[in-house]
């Protein structure tokens, strides 16, 4: 059984932007955990199964960095964090990382303190209606009333969007997406705007999924990943490239259920050194040699991380599109690991 908590409203508010102290991975370390804020109850990126154990693509992230410290994937504390939360709990470091469907972008790179490290799931703002509103076009919704969350970036999506076609609109916004989601299945709103994915996380959780639908338009680019304080390379080395073993992976067919069997046998000067047989590829992280193995065996692949939580065999149905690997014209693509 994991552990979780929730911050409170005094952490919350305690902003302390500014830069990390150097030595988080000590820290980490030290606590036998990786705190790790996540969104409590988005299915497919971090939601509990039955045993309330928490499962997802998010999730996967935060144990990829677990396997990576400590060779255990469970070493996990999960924090909840809401949009409005996320960003001063991590700088007033209640929490180690984020990994919590947050877009990179501009500002929050280079304004508040934070560095992403990469991205887990390259998404889009969509907008869900009900069928029986008659719309088939985000076009179609001039003088709607619409839900979001409060401190993302949908709502000046949502803006730039309605004013480059000249329509109206009302917006209803709730800090906690539990809450939005409710006001919209209650019909306090026309349509529920949000990333593509959590738009389908959502949708599967509605009562009545099938009176529900998804509009075709994209409107953004959200760029979803991990985040951690500025100040401290290392850490922030240890979280990317993390995300990035799962990458290569895939690009290299190394599996969950094959990577014991690839290690034992493979010649691959490039899989010996990144599976840890040979050379000294932790080092530099401070981690143990085998940091990228014990990843790929405890947490599998990014495909496979995909294909487990969020994809077309799975309640969100969702297809890897943008999220494929290159080498199948996707934009996942890792740096070398040499």
């Known amino acids: 059984m994991k552990t979780y908590k929730t911050i409170g409203t005094a952490a919350a508010l305690a902003l302390t932007a500014g830069f990390a102290n150097a030595g988080t991975l000590d820290d980490v370390r030290a606590n036998g955990k990786v705190v790790c804020g996540v969104h409590f109850g988005l299915a497919g990126f971090a939601a509990p199964d039955d045993e309330g154990n928490f499962q997802g693509l998010d999730v996967d992230v935060c144990r990829a960095v677990a ?162 304080r500025q100040g401290d390379d290392q850490w922030g080395d240890v979280v990317r490239w993390s995300l990035w073993v799962m990458d290569t992976g895939e690009e290299l067919g190394i599996t969950s259920e094959n990577v014991d069997q690839i290690r034992a046998e493979t010649t691959s000067p490039e899989i010996r050194r990144i599976l840890g047989v040979d050379g000294d590829l932790g080092e530099p992280l401070g981690l143990s040699n085998d940091f990228a193995y014990q990843i790929l065996k405890n947490v599998g692949n990014y495909g496979e991380s995909f294909e487990r939580h969020v994809g077309p065999n799975t309640p969100l149905g969702l297809g890897r599109g943008l999220n494929d690997t290159w080498k199948n014209g996707g934009l996942r693509y890792a740096a070398p690991i040499r």
């Open 67 to 228: 396997a990576a410290v400590f060779g255990d994937p469970d070493a996990v504390d999960y924090t909840s964090v809401t949009a409005k939360t996320r960003f001063t709990a991590l700088q007033g470091g209640e929490i180690d990382m984020l990994s919590r469907n947050t877009t990179w972008t501009y500002s929050r790179d280079a304004a508040l303190g934070l560095d992403f490290t990469g991205v887990t799931y390259y998404d889009g703002q969509g907008f869900m209606v009900r069928k029986d509103l008659g719309v088939s076009s985000a076009l179609e919704l001039n003088d709607a009333t619409v839900c979001t969350s409060t401190g993302t970036t949908t709502e000046l999506n949502l803006k730039d969007y309605f004013d480059a076609n000249n329509m109206n609109y009302k917006i209803v916004a709730f800090e906690k997406e539990a809450e939005v989601v409710a006001a919209y299945e209650a019909g306090r709103c026309d349509v529920y705007t949000t990333d593509a994915s959590a738009l389908a996380a959502a949708r599967v959780q509605l009562a009545n999924a099938d009176e529900h639908m998804i509009l075709p338009e994209i409107i953004s680019k959200e760029p979803l990943g991990p985040v951690v």
